[in-house]
Nanobody
Framework: QVQLVESGGGLVQAGASLRLSCAASGRTFSSYAMGWFRQALGKEREFVATISRNGGATYYADSVQGRFTIARDNAKNMVYLQMNSLKPEDTAVYYC????????????????WGQGTQVTVSS
């Protein structure tokens, strides 16, 4: 069982930066690939980024490539999403996700979800 708690969301202007954090419970954090998804109002949940168990591999959605960076600290059971050059279309609830062993590409692959944190980008 893995419990995930996100933090760091908020209201910012376009062009600003935010860093989301996700705290994970459990002693086997390093056994899980981690990811971030987001869901805008009225839309389906979509993949944002994923990171492998040791942090050696990362993958991003085309829409955030070059602006967002996912990272993890296995010693602290934490995963982060650094978001730069934010755009109004980045407005969504952002969810932390975990999957045993294998990187995440779709919501169907996720084993555990956090409760979400709201990010709002004004123009």
């Amino acid at each position: 069982q893995v419990q995930l708690v996100e933090s760091g969301g908020g209201l910012v202007q376009a062009g600003a930066s935010l860093r989301l954090s996700c705290a994970a419970s459990g002693r086997t954090f390093s056994s899980y690939a981690m990811g971030w998804f987001r869901q805008a109002l009225g839309k389906e949940r979509e993949f944002v980024a994923t990171i492998s168990r040791n942090g050696g591999a990362t993958y991003y959605a085309d829409s955030v490539q070059g602006r967002f960076t996912i990272a993890r600290d296995n010693a602290k059971n934490m995963v982060y999403l650094q978001m730069n050059s934010l755009k109004p279309e980045d407005t969504a609830v952002y969810y932390c996700a975990a999957r045993y062993m294998i990187v995440i590409r779709t919501a169907a692959e996720v084993s555990y979800w956090g409760q979400g944190t709201q990010v709002t980008v004004s123009s």
